[in-house]
């Protein structure tokens, strides 16, 4: 389908100006991805913090059922 | 729930963009005077445009904290102009390639569109370090307002100056006696701006999200874990959103008999 949209499109013209216009929308394509790589990292760590907590709620989980079942004995 | 109607909006701002991207490249005609180089402006403009609306949205952010002093509106109006400024920065940028193909230099000082825009990035450039240098929070939030509503109202005003000046070499993309832009242009423009802001909303909306969480870890962390096991707050540029209010049995139980009567 892509090809078929590329051979339907006007032929660019990509003398001395297309660099320069690659170079601009480059540029923004390349802003927004940082800026998201930026935002993954952020994530990741969230990501990592909150698994922390899931470890910590199933460690006193598992403690207090343990107690409870000592309790029972 | 934090985030809530992201996914929908990721989608609308990468069709907007797809759009954008495919209809400068394939249906706006070539500009008669510019060429092909004409082309950087359906970026450049729309950001351009959003750079400065976002400014002020940011000092109307800062207007409504300073009357309600819920710190929602501080970090709303931190988050529009940390994004604001990331989209002046692509502006400079894609502003300076097309100045270097168009006019053989990548920046000239008696251009008063350019340097204009450029004194609104410096302005706000010094918003994050001043919040930075204020340690108490509500302090540092009140002053950042006040801040934002002085530089927001700056920006109509620098953009009415540089408008009405005479002397000037810039091109006026929303021409207003030349007649505009042809249909097609103005088709793709419209769209580009529309782009541009479903893009500046997506990455508040993202922004946001991420500092609510983060937040609500932090408190989630110290009901689990106990006062200790929270690092205490380093100084910070960004807005403190404080402990998230108790809910449940503890906060029945923290609250006054006349506020639960009310």
Known sequence: MIAAVIAAAPALPLDEAGKYVAAAFVVFVAVIVIYVAIMATKLQRMSRELHELNAAVEARERGEAARAEAAKR | MYGKG???LSLATFAALTATFALVFFYAPLDADQGFIQKIFYVHVPV???????YVLGAVFAILHLRTRERRWDLRSYVAIHIALIFNVLGLLTGAIWAKASWGHWWVWDEP?????LIV???FATYQPLRFSIEDPERQARYASVFAIMAGAFVPLNFIA???ATAYVHPRVLATSEGGMPGQMALTFLIAI?????LFALLCSYEIAAKQTRWQLRALRRRLLGGDAVAPLGRSAAPSLGEPAPRGPAARASRSPAEVAS
């Open chain 2, 113 to 117: 569109t350019l340097v204009s825009y």
């Open chain 2, 6 to 8: 992201l996914r929908a």
């Open chain 2, 121 to 123: 990035f410096l302005l």
């Open chain 2, 194 to 198: 529309v782009a541009m802001t479903l």
């Open chain 2, 162 to 164: 540089v408008r009405a």
């Open chain 2, 48 to 54: 351009a445009i959003v750079t400065l609306c976002a």
